[in-house]
């Protein structure tokens, strides 16, 4: 059996990747990858720059590679701070892995896109899968581009290249990450640390949001259905669940009576306004039998659970 490799296994997917892979194939048939170095218990870890291709070659023979997992980038919030870094980082490590993949060294590649594609001109609510697409951030641009090449890679060379447009992921596993959905994951840290949060998006920005659980088991079926019901190259929309920061912050307040919430919107509220508040995932539940299992409320418990349990 070839083995899977988590590229960027540090971040916030990658921590809970790597974990569900070693949980469902064995931990002896997954590689975690980082440029910093990371404790993934029984699964072996190595070091490694996205961008030093001589590297990635040999670490993929190395362990007899055939799945990769790439997540190493830069995201939104963060890329506008660093925007050459970020398309250096987010386009030239997506390239370094096709081209493997065209000489035949990989055979099958995950590249995570985003709802940052979509921009202020994108259909806001039930956003299509196939719509307006001019993104106003560097990620949302690096993206895009990304999910062209894959679909091109595919076409022109029958690279085997998976791809969801992640929304906001929620996790208590990893800390955020620099993404403008990241309040939905501080918030809770926040809400048992201090009883109190001051959000940088205002009250009512809605956004599509996922509990990192779905999203892992979305990305593991999508990599291990047949081929031939993979009806996207470029990215299929994923939706997850839509709320606001009041809504969340209502939620936790059941849990946490106390709880107060402040808003002082920052330059992420624009980014935020750019993306959409719901997204139509129809096109993934056709092609590969997708279903979302978590709600607000539900997501919101196992959070502050799996968080008390982290901070104690």
């Known amino acids: 059996m070839k083995k899977s490799m988590v590229i960027g296994a540090n971040g916030q997917i990658g921590t809970d990747l790597v974990s569900g892979l070693a949980q469902r194939f064995g931990a002896e048939n997954v590689i975690a990858t980082d440029i910093r170095e990371g404790n993934h218990g029984d699964v072996q870890f190595e070091s490694l720059d996205i961008l030093d291709n001589e590297t990635l070659e040999i670490l993929i023979k190395k362990h007899n590679v055939g799945t990769v997992y790439l997540l190493a980038a830069l995201l939104s919030a963060t890329a506008e701070q660093k925007p050459m870094a970020a398309w250096k980082l987010n386009m030239d490590g997506l390239f370094n892995v096709l081209e493997l993949a065209k000489a035949g060294t990989i055979e099958k590649i995950f590249w995570p896109s985003s709802i940052a594609v979509f921009g202020p001109t994108t259909p806001r609510d039930n956003t299509p899968q196939t719509t307006v697409m001019e993104p106003s951030t560097v990620y949302g641009i690096s993206k895009l581009a990304g999910e062209r090449w894959c679909e091109y890679y595919h076409n022109k060379y029958g690279i085997d290249v998976r791809s969801i447009r992640y929304p906001g992921l929620i996790s208590y596993k990893a800390e955020p990450g620099g993404g403008t959905t990241d309040y939905a994951v501080d918030i809770y840290y926040k809400a048992l ?18 509990y990192m659980e779905d999203a892992i088991k979305a990305t593991i079926d999508l990599m291990h259905v047949d081929e031939e019901k993979i009806k996207i190259r470029s990215s299929y929309n994923l939706a997850g669940i839509s709320f606001s920061p009041v809504e969340i912050s209502e939620e936790i307040k059941k849990y946490i009576p106390d709880f107060s919430i402040s808003y002082t919107p920052d330059f992420r509220q624009v980014i935020a306004n750019s993306w959409p508040k719901s997204i139509n995932e129809s096109q993934a539940c056709k092609d590969w039998g997708w279903e979302n299992s978590y709600d607000l409320e539900s997501m919101t418990k196992a959070m502050l659970e799996g968080l008390k349990e982290k901070l104690r």
Do not use: I, N
């Open 193 to 210: 640390q201090d009883g109190k949060y001051e959000c940088y998006l205002e009250g009512d920005t809605y956004l599509p949001m996922m």
